[in-house]
């Protein structure tokens, strides 16, 4: 069974600092993309990258990329709305949908 | 832009059977590209995902819920559906509908509905 594991837990930046967020899978599926997610506090979450690319709306100071099994969310130039939670999500062998535990993006 | 909006008890009592709906509108749940989900997330806690439907009727669900749980699609009412019986305290999460593009990710999400299992 693959596990996501997303560090920091938390991460305190100010606005206009960089962020990166990370995402570890236990295991590679070749045939599975990761996707990255948004939440704000009484929202649903929103997509934000799906198969390395950026869902419609999303800004391009926020990018991603991967190395084997690690997996990186960057946020350039803070800016007040990007402080939320943010999730990675990858499907397993059997197709099932798995979700990292989430980062907190705080203010400093 | 296809939305979705749940819609069901917020209340459900120890024991019986949870039951939630999807309705999709500016869209149409009969398109081949998409699988239909249902996701929860209990208060100020992660993501669990419970399965999907395809407008075929085809279902997956996660194996931790696989027992109690069952999804069916109205295509007439471009709907979908979830059922989940049994219910504990450890069901009360807010629920969410959302479209997926199968393999790829979940876009996009209803509001989500909250449900508390409580007597």
């Known amino acids: 069974e693959i596990v996501l594991t997303q560090s920091p837990g938390t991460l305190s930046l100010s606005p206009g600092e960089r962020a990166t967020l990370s995402c570890r899978a236990s295991q590679s599926l070749s045939n599975s993309y990761l996707a990255w997610y948004q939440q704000k506090p009484g929202q649903a979450p929103r997509l934000l990258y799906a198969?390395?690319r950026r869902a419609t709306g999303i800004p391009d100071r926020i990018s991603v990329s991967e190395s084997g099994t690690d997996f990186t969310l960057t946020i350039n130039r803070l800016e007040p709305e990007d402080f939320a939670v943010y999730y990675c999500?990858?499907?397993?062998?059997?197709?099932?949908?798995?979700f990292g535990q989430g980062t907190r993006l705080e203010i400093k | 832009q296809v939305q979705l909006q749940e819609s069901g008890p917020g209340l459900v009592k120890p024991s019986q059977t949870l039951s939630l709906t999807c309705t999709v509108s500016d869209g149409s749940i009969n398109t081949g590209t998409y699988y239909w989900s249902w996701i929860r997330q209990p208060a100020g806690r992660g993501l669990e995902w419970i399965g999907r439907i395809y407008n075929s009727g085809r279902t997956n669900y996660n194996p931790s819920l696989k027992s109690r749980v069952t999804i069916s699609v109205d295509t007439s009412k471009n709907q979908f559906s979830l059922r989940l019986g049994s219910v504990t305290a450890a069901d009360t999460a807010v629920y969410y509908c959302?479209?997926?593009?199968?393999?790829?990710?979940?876009?996009?999400w209803g509001q989500g509905t909250l449900v508390t299992v409580s007597s």
């Open positions: 999500q990858q499907y397993d062998s059997s197709s099932s949908i798995i």
């Open positions: 959302a479209r997926e593009y199968y393999y790829v990710g979940l876009d996009p």
């Open positions: 198969a390395s």
